[in-house]
């Protein structure tokens, strides 16, 4: 079965680096997702993206993240300047279709998990 | 943010019994529903989803409720088995938008 991969897929860095985290989403899929879980809490939403822009980000997702899609198969989250706050599981997701399509499944990577020390 | 509430933190269930996991939700826009398994460590897995226009699902074992008055739906797993042992996670999202709107999960034991 297809999957979505994620590398690195655990990263220790200290507060104010930069880190970009990389996906490679499901290759016939348009729409690709971030989301991250802080451990103890809820997988939440990041950003979406689709045919090159973002289509839908959460008030979590500020001017220190960003996304791209640099070439035809990798997705990559940068978090500019980190902070211990961002210490959390980061997932990737993509779909064939727009998430809120009935019968649409959105498939998950395993995980980046991003140690902010 | 609570739109979407698993009240019960764990469950424990013998092999061969019947699993129900539980989730409610808030917002009265959300007309799709999904459950993902996750294990440790991994990304969450897609198991079983249903339209608002639905009131039952099944796949296999696997078989999700929705009762919109009630603004509840309920996964059942019969029966359960060892590798089900897992934490389930309800997800709610408005047919056309882009966000996935997860509960908090529900970790499933089944005892031997």
């Known amino acids: 079965e297809p999957e979505v991969t994620q590398t690195p897929s655990h990263q220790v860095t200290q507060m104010g680096q930069e880190v970009i985290l990389r996906c490679v989403p499901i290759?016939?899929?348009?729409?690709f997702y971030w989301y991250r879980q802080i451990l103890g809490q809820k997988v939440e939403f990041l950003v979406s993206?689709?045919?090159?822009?973002?289509?839908?980000k959460s008030e979590i997702f500020d001017d220190q993240f960003s996304v791209e899609r640099p070439d035809g198969s990798n997705f990559t989250l940068k978090i500019r300047s980190t902070k211990l706050e961002d210490s959390a599981m980061y997932f990737c997701?993509?779909?064939?279709?727009?998430?809120?399509?009935?019968?649409?499944?959105?498939?998950f990577g395993e995980g980046s998990w991003l140690t902010v020390v | 943010d609570q739109q979407v509430k698993q009240n019960s933190p764990s469950l424990s269930v013998q092999e061969g019994r019947i699993s129900i996991l539980n989730c409610d939700y808030t917002?009265?826009?959300?007309?799709?529903f999904l459950w993902y398994k996750k294990y440790p460590a991994e990304g969450p897995t897609f198991l079983i989803s249903?339209?608002?226009?639905?009131d039952k699902n099944e796949d296999g074992r696997f078989t999700v409720f929705l009762n919109k008055s009630a603004k509840h739906l309920s996964l059942h797993i019969v029966p359960s088995q060892p590798g089900d042992s897992a934490v389930y996670f309800c997800?709610?999202?408005?047919?056309?938008?882009?966000?996935?709107?997860f509960g908090q999960g529900t970790r499933l034991t089944i005892n031997p």
């Open positions: 997701a993509s779909s064939k279709l727009n998430a809120g399509t009935g019968g649409n499944t959105i498939y």
């Open positions: 997800a709610a999202i408005i047919q056309g938008a882009q966000k996935l709107v």
């Open positions: 917002n009265s826009m959300f007309d799709y």
């Open positions: 249903i339209s608002s226009i639905k």
């Open positions: 290759s016939n899929h348009l729409y």
């Open positions: 993206f689709y045919n090159n822009e973002i289509s839908e």
